[in-house]
């Protein structure tokens, strides 16, 4: 480290990029920088430009520009690019330098990008982001697992970050994040695929009255928009992530249909490109049922 500062970087500048590096004190790092493929695509790089600009993090142009010298790399790329992102940087890490690997993959992929990292002589530690990134940013609850996951929490804490060890085996944290999305991802779906039907019947509200008679604690409606929203402007992501989820069921000798269907309800949403609009269940449903063509 140059004076105690840490030198980090990022593969993949993205919504959790931003807000990570939005939350941390400048008086604990020093010259934040970051590569993100899509810059060889001038119109998508508007976004990771735009957050370039919001963070104060320099946007490279090649991997080993972002890559030189850093403590410690945030890999935050789509579930479905984790293991290439950790083959395209591995000539370029520092020696000894942390991967972070903080994708929602399968342990079995984790453990894959495990072994070119460490191979590079890299440190691997296996990352799950257990919240929304949003609004908590840098502080939202992280699990860390891996051989190296002591020396990871150490820089974590001194981000201010929000991080406990789960296991010494990397697939430790990876694990709780893919199964706890069955219930998470699924459940979203399954909202989908009865209120949208509800919605083009015309019967949503006998069927949100029902379930509300049948479980009062819930406030349908808005769970229902709320759901739909997330759907609505994260389905690719989480339709990448479901996938994963469902080779760790395979990893588990398990069957993975409905993990496998909650993907697709997730990929058909988010393909619509659909803004959130209105917080509210029937405009969503509206938009949603206008476009939508399984």
């Given at each position: 480290?140059?004076?105690?500062?840490?030198?980090?970087?990022?593969?993949?500048?993205?919504?959790?990029?931003?807000?990570?590096?939005?939350?941390?004190?400048?008086?604990?790092?020093?010259?934040?920088?970051?590569?993100?493929?899509?810059?060889?695509?001038?119109?998508?790089?508007?976004?990771?430009?735009?957050?370039?600009?919001?963070?104060?993090?320099?946007?490279?142009?090649?991997?080993?520009?972002?890559?030189?010298g850093a403590d410690a790399v945030f890999c935050l790329v789509t579930a479905d690019r984790a293991v290439l992102a950790a083959e395209e940087a591995a000539p370029y890490l520092a020696p000894d330098a942390l991967w972070l690997d903080g994708n929602s993959c399968s342990p079995g992929a984790k453990r894959r990008a495990a072994a070119v990292i460490?191979?590079?002589?890299?440190?691997?530690?296996?990352?799950?982001?257990?919240?929304?990134?949003?609004?908590?940013?840098?502080?939202?609850?992280?699990?860390?697992?891996?051989?190296?996951?002591?020396d990871a929490l150490a820089v974590l804490s001194a981000l201010g970050m929000d991080a406990q060890v789960s296991g010494g085996t990397v697939g430790d944290a990876s694990a709780i994040k893919m199964v706890r999305s069955v219930m998470i991802k699924g459940t979203e779906a399954l909202f989908a695929e009865c209120l949208l039907a509800a919605r083009r019947a015309g019967i949503e509200d006998r069927v949100l009255g029902s379930l509300q008679a049948s479980n009062p604690q819930i406030d349908w409606p808005r769970q229902a928009a709320y759901n739909l929203e997330r759907m609505m402007v994260h389905g690719r992501r989480r339709a990448a992530e479901m996938?994963?989820?469902?080779?760790?069921?395979?990893?588990?000798?398990?069957?993975?249909?409905?993990?496998?269907?909650?993907?697709?309800?997730?990929?058909?949403?988010?393909?619509?490109?659909?803004?959130?609009?209105?917080?509210?269940?029937?405009?969503?449903?509206?938009?949603?049922?206008?476009g939508l063509r399984p």
């Open positions: 480290m140059s004076d105690n500062l840490l030198r980090i970087a990022f593969v993949g500048f993205g919504e959790a990029a931003e807000a990570f590096a939005k939350g941390w004190s400048r008086a604990v790092t020093t010259g934040l920088r970051a590569f993100d493929e899509k810059i060889d695509d001038p119109q998508a790089m508007s976004l990771p430009l735009s957050r370039s600009e919001a963070t104060g993090v320099s946007l490279s142009l090649d991997r080993a520009t972002a890559l030189e460490e191979a590079a002589g890299g440190r691997y530690v296996d990352v799950a982001i257990m919240a929304p990134v949003y609004p908590r940013m840098h502080r939202t609850p992280l699990l860390i697992a891996g051989p190296h996951a002591d996938r994963e989820v469902a080779a760790t069921l395979t990893e588990l000798d398990l069957p993975n249909g409905l993990a496998s269907a909650t993907a697709d309800w997730q990929q058909w949403i988010g393909e619509l490109e659909l803004p959130a609009g209105e917080d509210s269940f029937a405009p969503r449903a509206d938009a949603i049922l206008s």
